[in-house]
């Protein structure tokens, strides 16, 4: 697949700040550093916001939301999910993530949040996704869909990130 990079370019001081502020509000453990280097950048149909040069979100409709790339460099404490080892391959195929295969997952997340999800055993992130119910839900409840993958390992974005590091 060809991951060729259109119209990348850098955004002015008060556009990287609005960004930031809205990551942050979605992952306060986050700590930015000062002068980072925030471009923006389309490939495939996907705008990519990338940080000191590595692509690390990506725009799913209005929402800014982590490459794994991401979660791997500025790993955030909060917006968990935790899925038992036999979910692994489900997730890691692109795979919505079911209740029953949920062991944790962070309190604070209510429904439409922005989601991690890694698996008990190396707590490594596998998937992005949007909950479908809240975080407490998700561990009590052991029927139906919890989360709507939207990245994960081996998908497009995962490829153009692994290509371009």
């Given at each position: 697949m060809n991951f060729k990079v259109k119209n990348r370019h850098r955004l002015k001081d008060k556009d990287s700040r609005q960004i930031?502020?809205?990551i942050k509000?979605?992952?306060e453990s986050i700590n930015f550093k000062q002068n980072l280097i925030i471009e923006i950048g389309e490939v495939n149909g996907?705008?990519?916001i990338f940080i000191n040069g590595d692509p690390c979100f990506f725009?799913?409709?209005k929402k800014i939301i982590f490459t794994l790339n991401g979660l791997d460099k500025f790993t955030p404490i909060n917006k968990f999910v935790i899925v038992d080892m036999?979910?692994?391959?489900f997730v890691t195929n692109g795979a919505d993530v079911m209740a029953p295969g949920i062991v944790d997952a962070d309190n604070e997340i209510v429904e439409n949040d922005q989601v991690w999800i890694c698996d008990k055993l190396n707590r490594k992130p596998l998937a992005v996704g949007i909950a479908l119910i809240s975080g407490e839900?998700?561990?009590k409840t052991n029927k139906g869909k919890a989360i709507n993958v939207i990245h994960h390992?081996?998908?497009s974005i995962?490829?153009?990130v692994a290509k371009s590091l």
């Open positions: 930031l502020k809205e509000q979605n992952f996907i705008n990519f725009y799913h409709g036999g979910a692994v391959k839900q998700m561990v390992v081996g998908d995962w490829n153009f």
